[in-house]
């Protein structure tokens, strides 16, 4: 596609409730990453993709959030038991491959998440 | 662990300045720096990746510098305009990887008047 897109564009819940973020990247691109962003913050990484392996998932804050990447492209952000800290934007962003200095990110619009 | 900090926090010109954001890093072992734009309530939007090897990066009117040793980044805007008003962010890697793990500062939000 033309840009980075994520589905829903906002997202509420109440608290206790399983949710599921959807990216899809940039055709081509290998690497995909997920960040997430609180209000006047800039993004903290989650986690990030190369092909359909999570190379890095250090920024995972706690095993109720796991992402996965099935086919080397669209990723969904899994997030259990939905706290109400977990509100958030959470956005995606990928480039055409996580193993290179040219590694120029582009980002999706974020899918904002407000847990009840 | 990599910090990235950003001044000033806040910035507020004339239409047609000339201006400087800052961007400073706490580990130097880097091998490139992003710099991003964000409009309220979106996503954000690549401005300049600039690669350790290189000094600059232009585009347009924009001009970003990268010091390694200095652990410093500058983002230059020329001749500003009312459409520049954003927040500005730049993003280091964490450790010496090419920036899958991007540590962000928290932005200059800019405000150009007409």
């Known amino acids: 596609g033309a840009g980075v897109s994520q589905t829903p564009s906002n997202k509420v819940t109440e608290k206790g409730k399983y949710v599921e973020l959807r990216c899809d990247p940039i055709?081509?691109?290998?690497?995909l990453y997920w960040y997430r962003q609180s209000l006047g913050q800039g993004p903290e990484f989650l986690i990030y993709?190369?092909?359909?392996?999570?190379?890095?998932d250090s920024g995972l804050p706690n095993d109720r959030f796991f992402a996965v990447r099935p086919e080397g492209s669209v990723s969904t952000l899994k997030i259990q038991r939905t706290e109400r800290g977990d509100s958030a934007v959470y956005l995606c962003?990928?480039?055409?491959?996580?193993?290179?200095?040219?590694?120029?990110?582009?980002f999706g619009p974020g899918t904002r998440l407000t847990v009840l | 662990k990599q910090e990235v900090t950003q001044i000033p926090a806040a910035l507020s010109v004339p239409e047609g300045e000339n201006l400087v954001l800052n961007c400073s890093f706490t580990d130097s072992a880097i091998y490139n720096l992003q710099w991003f734009r964000q409009d309220p309530g979106k996503g954000l939007t690549s401005l300049l990746l600039?690669?350790?090897?290189?000094r600059e990066q232009t585009s347009g009117r924009l001009n970003a510098s990268l010091d390694k040793s200095s652990g410093r980044s500058t983002l230059y805007i020329a001749a500003s305009q009312p459409g520049d008003s954003a927040t500005y962010l730049c993003?280091?890697?964490?450790?010496?990887?090419?920036?899958?793990?991007?540590?962000f500062g928290p932005g200059t939000r800019l405000s150009v008047l007409p």
């Open positions: 600039i690669q350790s090897s290189q």
């Open positions: 055709s081509g691109h290998t690497a």
């Open positions: 993709f190369q092909g359909t392996g999570a190379a890095d």
């Open positions: 993003a280091a890697p964490q450790g010496d990887n090419y920036g899958q793990n991007f540590v």
């Open positions: 962003a990928s480039s055409l491959t996580g193993t290179s200095p040219y590694n120029e990110q582009f």
